[in-house]
C-alpha cells in the first residue's frame, strides 16, 4: 500500500507541473477581481486554452497516440488533473466530449470517423454534447422517444427532444440516442448518431434552474436530417454504445469526484471563520460527520485507481462515491447557511449557488434511487423489482402506459 | 499509488480468519450474557498467530509490522465478535515501542507470554484544555492519575480510570498520568498491591472492561513518553476500534444480503424492494466509506504523521456511525426474529452500543476531525 508516486510518475509529475508553471499566465482566469464575465468571451478563452492543454499533451491522456493522445493510464490522468487544479487554471472546456464521447467514438465509431472528429474535439476547435435523456427516458434511458426514421434515399429523419444538456448552447456536435425501430423490446431499437448541433431543425433553449442560471438546455429535433454515415456502432446496437459512454461516465466520476469542489476543507474554512462556531460542539459534530465521509470519497477513489491500474473496470459502486459527495455537500451547505445566516442566501454568492445547484444534481448522471437500485442488485447481488417491460415491442409498452393514463 | 493489499497482507487476512473459525465466537457470545463461564481463552489463539507482537520491533521480539496490518486482524475479530484482548494489548505495546521501552520489557509482551491493557487518555482539545480519562462525559468524568517521584527513576500513581479495555488479567497497564503538572507515559505493574482492576460487564459479554484503581502504586516512567506519544497511541486506538467495527459491519451486511434473497413475500424476496434493497446498499456506501479510511489511516501513520490524528478518527467516526446503522438494519431486515435471544443481530448491536462509547465515543472522534480540518483552515 503506496499513495507515493513512483520514479517514473513523479517524473511525469514533474513535466506537468513545469509546462503549468510556464503557462498559467495563459490561462483564462475565471475568479477573482479580473475574472472574466462575459459568457462568449470565456467560452472563446477556455476552448483557446484547451487547445494549448492539448498541444502541450495535457488533455485526452487516457487517448491512444494515433488520436493525438498520449496513450498514458488512468494514474496519469489522475496525476495531470490533481497538477491543473494545484495551479489553479481551469481543465478542459470539454469535459464530456473528451472524457465520455471522444472514448465511446475511439471505441465504436468508423474510421472516418474517428479521423474526422476526434482531432478537433481533443483541441477545443468543436466542443461536443450528450444528447441522451429526454423529458419521460432519464433513470429508464432505453425508454428514449427520440425518433430517426430512414429515409428512401438512405438518410436518416430526426424528431424528438432531449433535456439537462451541458454545454449545448455552443456545441458544434451532439451524440444522439434515438429509437430506430419501436416494434421491437425497448433496448433493442435503439441507435447512436452524430448531430451536427447547426442543421436545420435543432433549437437549443436554456433551462433556468433554483438558482436562476441556465447551465442544461433543452434541444428540439424537428425533421433535422442526417447522413447515413451519422450512425456510430451499428443501427439497433446503440445500447451498447450508451453502456460504453455511461462507464466512461462512472470512470470520470469516480476519479473525478474531489473536482467537484464539493471536499472538506472547503467546507471547513467556511466555518473557521467565524471563531464562535468553531468552538459550538453541535457545529463541530455536524462539520466532522459530512467532512470524514467527504474525505473518504478521496481514498475511494484511490481504490478505483488501483482498480484501474490492474486492469479491471470499476463497477457500479463508484456510483455510492456519488451520493455521498452529493448528500455530503448538501449537508454542507445546510451547516454552512445555519452558521453564517440569511447572508449566506444571497443569490449569486458562493453558498446560495451550491445549495441551489444541490437538490438537481441528486438526479444527475442517474438518480440516487437508480444507482442504489442498480448497485444493490450489481455489487451485493438482491434480485431485481419484477420489471413490466421485459422482452414487449417499444410500441406496445407505449400503448399500455398511454391506456392506462 | 497503490491501495490494494500485499500478498502478505492478504495471508495475515486469511490465517486470522481461519484461526477464529476453530472457535464458536457467537454461541459464546450469546452464553456468556446469561452469566456462564462460555467465552474461549483467545489468548493462546493470538499467541500462536503472533498477534501479541505485530506492532512491536522486530529488534524487541515483535513483528514490526505496520499499523494496517494490526487494523487488518482488529477486522478479522470483529467480523465474529471474537475477545481477542487486543484493544488494549496493541496500543499499549505501540506506546512501549515508540517510548523507547527496554527490549526485557518488551520481549515478553512480543510472545504473548505477557498482556498489556492501554489506559485511556484523551488528548486536550480546542473545547477542553486537559488530558482526560474515560469517560469524557457525566458525572463520572475523570482527571488523570497523578504520579509522584519515588526515588531516582521511579513514580507512584494514584487515580482511577473506568471502563479500561481488557483490563482484566493483563499484566501490565501502560497509560498517562501527570507528573509535575505534565503529562507522561507510565508502565505499571498489575499484580502489585497498589492496583486494583474491578471486572465490569456492560452489554456486550465479549469485551473484557475493568475499573482501575491505584493508590501509590509503583510505575516506570517511560523515557520518550511524552505528549505526542501519548496522543499517538490515543489515535492509534481510535483506529483499531474503527477496524474493529468494520468487520461487524461487514458481516452483518453478509447475513442481511443473504437473508433477504431467500426470504419472500407477496411472492417475492424481500431483497427485491426498494425499501429493503436501499436500506443495505446505505450500509454498503457507509462500509465501504469506512475502508477507504482504515486504507487512509494504514498509510498516513508512516506515511504522513502528522494526518494520522485526522485519518484514525474520521476512520473511527465513519466505522462507528456505520456499525450503529448496519447492526439496526440487521435486525430491520430480519423482522421479527432479528431481535430475539436466539438470532445473531442482537450480538451485534450489542457490540455496536458499547463500542460506540468507549475510548472517548464515537462522538470525541468526530469532533478531533472537525478540529484537525478547522485547524488546517485557519
Known amino acids: 500500500m503506496d499513495l507515493d508516486d513512483t520514479p517514473e510518475q513523479a517524473a511525469y509529475r514533474g513535466r506537468v507541473r513545469d509546462w503549468l508553471r510556464e503557462h498559467r499566465g495563459e490561462a483564462p482566469v475565471l475568479r477573482g477581481p479580473d475574472a472574466l464575465t462575459d459568457e462568449q468571451e470565456i467560452i472563446a478563452a477556455r476552448r483557446a486554452w484547451q487547445g494549448k492543454l492539448a498541444e502541450a499533451g495535457l488533455a485526452g491522456v487516457t487517448w491512444p497516440k494515433e488520436f493525438g493522445g498520449q496513450g498514458l493510464g488512468p494514474i496519469e490522468q489522475v496525476i495531470c488533473n490533481q497538477e491543473i487544479a494545484a495551479a489553479g487554471v481551469p481543465g478542459i472546456l470539454d469535459a464530456i466530449g473528451v472524457g465520455m464521447l471522444g472514448p465511446t467514438i475511439i471505441a465504436h465509431g468508423s474510421e472516418a470517423q474517428k479521423s474526422r472528429y476526434l482531432g478537433p474535439m481533443l483541441h477545443g476547435d468543436e466542443v461536443w454534447c450528450q444528447l441522451f435523456s429526454e423529458p419521460a427516458a432519464g433513470s429508464d434511458l432505453a425508454a428514449v422517444q427520440t425518433r430517426a426514421q430512414q429515409t428512401d434515399d438512405g438518410r436518416w429523419r430526426l424528431n424528438g427532444q432531449k433535456v439537462w444538456t451541458t454545454n449545448a448552447q455552443f456545441s458544434s456536435y451532439g451524440l444522439l440516442l434515438a429509437r430506430t425501430d419501436a416494434d421491437v423490446a425497448k433496448h433493442n431499437g435503439l441507435t447512436m448518431f452524430v448531430v451536427p448541433m447547426d442543421a436545420e431543425g435543432v433549437t437549443v433553449r436554456g433551462l433556468r434552474q433554483i438558482s436562476g442560471e441556465a447551465e442544461f438546455n433543452e434541444v428540439f429535433f424537428d425533421d433535422v436530417l442526417l447522413d447515413s454515415d451519422a450512425v456510430v456502432g451499428g443501427v439497433g446496437a446503440g445500447w451498447g454504445t450508451a453502456l460504453t459512454t455511461l462507464m466512461f461516465e462512472r470512470v470520470t466520476i469516480g476519479l473525478g469526484g474531489e473536482g467537484l469542489g464539493f471536499n472538506s476543507a472547503r467546507f471547513a474554512g467556511a466555518i473557521a471563520s467565524d471563531p464562535h462556531a468553531s468552538r459550538d460542539p453541535e457545529v463541530r459534530a455536524r462539520l466532522g460527520e459530512l467532512a470524514s465521509e467527504l474525505m473518504a470519497v478521496r481514498f475511494t477513489g484511490y481504490r478505483t485507481l488501483t482498480a484501474l491500474q490492474r486492469g479491471q473496470i470499476p463497477g457500479p459502486e463508484a456510483g455510492l462515491a456519488k451520493v455521498t459527495i452529493v448528500n455530503g455537500a448538501i449537508k454542507a451547505g445546510e451547516l454552512i447557511a445555519d452558521v453564517l445566516g440569511p447572508d449566506a442566501l444571497e443569490d449569486g454568492g458562493e453558498w446560495a449557488y451550491m445549495i441551489s445547484f444541490l437538490p438537481g444534481l441528486k438526479s444527475a448522471g442517474g438518480t440516487e434511487e437508480i444507482l442504489r437500485n442498480t448497485i444493490g442488485e450489481r455489487v451485493l447481488g438482491l434480485p431485481p423489482e419484477p420489471r413490466l417491460d421485459k422482452g414487449i415491442p417499444f410500441s406496445e409498452l407505449r400503448a399500455k402506459e398511454a391506456s392506462r393514463a | ?378
Not at chain 2, 502478505?8 to 476453530?22: K, P, W
Not at chain 2, 503472533?50 to 486482524?73: H, K, N, Q, R, T
Not at chain 2, 497509560?175 to 456486550?204: F, H, K, N, T, W
Not at chain 2, 451486511?253 to 431467500?262: G, I, R
Open chain 2, 1 to 378: 499509488m497503490n491501495l490494494a493489499l500485499s500478498d502478505e497482507q492478504v495471508l495475515l487476512r486469511e490465517a486470522a480468519r481461519g484461526t477464529l473459525s476453530r472457535y464458536k465466537t457467537l454461541e459464546a457470545a450469546r452464553e456468556a450474557l446469561d452469566g456462564k463461564d462460555a467465552l474461549p481463552d483467545l489468548w493462546e489463539a493470538a499467541k500462536e498467530a503472533g498477534w501479541p507482537g505485530l506492532l512491536i520491533s522486530e529488534s524487541a521480539g515483535g513483528a514490526g509490522l505496520d499499523v494496517f496490518d494490526a487494523m487488518l486482524v482488529m477486522s478479522e475479530c470483529g467480523r465474529v465478535l471474537a475477545g481477542v484482548p487486543l484493544l488494549g494489548h496493541l496500543p499499549a505495546t505501540a506506546l512501549l515501542d515508540e517510548a523507547g521501552a527496554a527490549t526485557d520489557l518488551l520481549a515478553p509482551l512480543a510472545a504473548g507470554e505477557r498482556r498489556a491493557a492501554y489506559l485511556p487518555a484523551k488528548p486536550p482539545s480546542d473545547l477542553d484544555s486537559e488530558w482526560t480519562a474515560d469517560p469524557a462525559h457525566g458525572a463520572a468524568r475523570a482527571a488523570l492519575p497523578v504520579a509522584q517521584r519515588a526515588g531516582a527513576e521511579g513514580v507512584r500513581v494514584s487515580g482511577t480510570i473506568a471502563f479500561v479495555p481488557d483490563a482484566p488479567g493483563a499484566d501490565l497497564l501502560v497509560g498517562a498520568a501527570l507528573l509535575d503538572g505534565e503529562v507522561v507515559a507510565v508502565a505499571i505493574e498489575a499484580s502489585q498491591a497498589g492496583v486494583s482492576v474491578e471486572e465490569v460487564r456492560r452489554y456486550d459479554a465479549t469485551r473484557g472492561l475493568g475499573h482501575l484503581s491505584l493508590k501509590d502504586a509503583e510505575a516506570g516512567v517511560l523515557a520518550s513518553g511524552g505528549a505526542d506519544a501519548l496522543a499517538s497511541a490515543w489515535h492509534l486506538a481510535q483506529a483499531l476500534v474503527a477496524a474493529e467495527s468494520l468487520g461487524a459491519v461487514e458481516t452483518a451486511l453478509e447475513v442481511s444480503v443473504a437473508y433477504a434473497k431467500e426470504r419472500h413475500t407477496f411472492g417475492r424476496a424481500i431483497g427485491s424492494y426498494q425499501a429493503v434493497k436501499h436500506s443495505l446498499t446505505e450500509v454498503l456506501r457507509q462500509q465501504e466509506n469506512g475502508r477507504s479510511l482504515l486504507y487512509y489511516a494504514g498509510w498516513a501513520r508512516r506515511g504522513a504523521p502528522a494526518e494520522f490524528p485526522l485519518a484514525a478518527n474520521a476512520a473511527r467516526s465513519v466505522c462507528g456511525r456505520a456499525l450503529d446503522f448496519a447492526s439496526r438494519a440487521m435486525i430491520s431486515v430480519h423482522g421479527g426474529i432479528g431481535a430475539t435471544w436466539e438470532h445473531d443481530a442482537p450480538l451485534y448491536f450489542r457490540r455496536a452500543q458499547l463500542t460506540r462509547r468507549l475510548l472517548g465515543g464515537t462522538g470525541s472522534a468526530t469532533d478531533r476531525v472537525a478540529e484537525e480540518l478547522l485547524a488546517q483552515a485557519a
